[in-house]
C-alpha cells in the first residue's frame, strides 16, 4: 500500500515540472509574439515590419470610401484602384495628388481610361466593349503598379454589378494617345 502511495507521489512529482514547463513555454511565446507585433508597429509603423504581400492586401473598399482618398488632402494616402485592385500610390503624389498629371486615376476604379485615353469620360471599371488588346492594356498597367517599387496593393474594391441594359461608355473626341 506504501509502495503504491509513494509510486503515486514519484509520478506526480514528476509530472509536475512538464507541466509548468509547458505552461511556462506557452507564456514565453505569448511574449515574443506580443514583443514581435508591439516591436513592428514601434519601429515601422506596421504591425507586420512593413511585410507586404498576399496576406496584407486584404482590405476591401466600396467605391464611396475610395474617393476619399483621392490626393486632395496632403494629410491622406492617395489610393486608386484598376480592374478592382486598389494600390496605395501616395509616394506617387506627385502624379496622383492634387495638380498632378493622372491625378483623374486617384480614388477611383477608371481602368477604361488607361487604355481609351478618355480621362474625363471614361472613370470607370467598365471594362465591356474594349478588344482584346484593350484588355491586355489594362493587365499591362495592373502589372507596372504591381511591380512598382514605390507602390503595393492593398486590397480590392467593391463594385456593384453593372446592369446589363446600363449603355456602354461611347468613345470620346478628347482621347489622349497610348503612352509613346
Ligand atoms: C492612355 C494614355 C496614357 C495613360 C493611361 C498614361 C498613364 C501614365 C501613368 C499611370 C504613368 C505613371 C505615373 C507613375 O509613375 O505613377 C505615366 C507616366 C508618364 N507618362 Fe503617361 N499616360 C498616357 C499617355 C501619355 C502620353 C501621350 C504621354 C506623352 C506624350 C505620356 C507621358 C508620360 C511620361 C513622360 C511619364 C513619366 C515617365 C515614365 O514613367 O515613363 N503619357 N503615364
Keep these: 500500500m506504501a509502495t503504491t502511495e509513494a509510486k503515486k507521489k514519484q509520478q506526480q512529482q514528476q509530472q509536475q515540472p512538464k507541466t ?8 514565453g511565446l505569448t511574449w515574443i509574439i506580443l514583443f514581435f507585433f508591439l516591436g513592428s508597429y514601434l519601429i515601422t509603423e506596421s504591425w507586420t515590419w512593413g ?21 486632395s488632402d496632403p494629410a491622406k494616402p492617395i489610393y ?34 488607361y487604355v481609351t ?41 467593391l463594385h456593384e454589378p453593372i446592369p446589363e441594359d446600363a449603355p456602354i461608355p461611347k468613345p470620346c473626341k478628347t482621347a489622349v494617345g497610348q503612352k509613346p
Design 117 to 157: 485615353g478618355c480621362f474625363q469620360d471614361h472613370l470607370t471599371h467598365d471594362t465591356r466593349g474594349l478588344t482584346e488588346e484593350q484588355l491586355k492594356g489594362i493587365a499591362h498597367w495592373k502589372k507596372f503598379y504591381d511591380r512598382h517599387h514605390k507602390y503595393h496593393k492593398i486590397g480590392r474594391v
Design 51 to 71: 511585410y507586404r504581400g498576399k496576406w496584407t492586401n486584404i482590405n476591401t473598399y466600396i467605391p464611396q470610401e475610395l474617393r476619399l482618398y483621392d490626393g
Design 20 to 27: 509548468s514547463l509547458l505552461s511556462q513555454g506557452l507564456i
Design 80 to 113: 486608386l484602384a484598376i480592374d478592382g485592385d486598389v494600390y496605395d500610390v501616395t509616394l506617387g503624389g506627385g502624379w496622383y495628388g492634387k495638380g498632378g498629371s493622372y491625378h483623374h486615376f486617384a480614388g477611383v476604379d477608371a481602368a477604361r481610361a
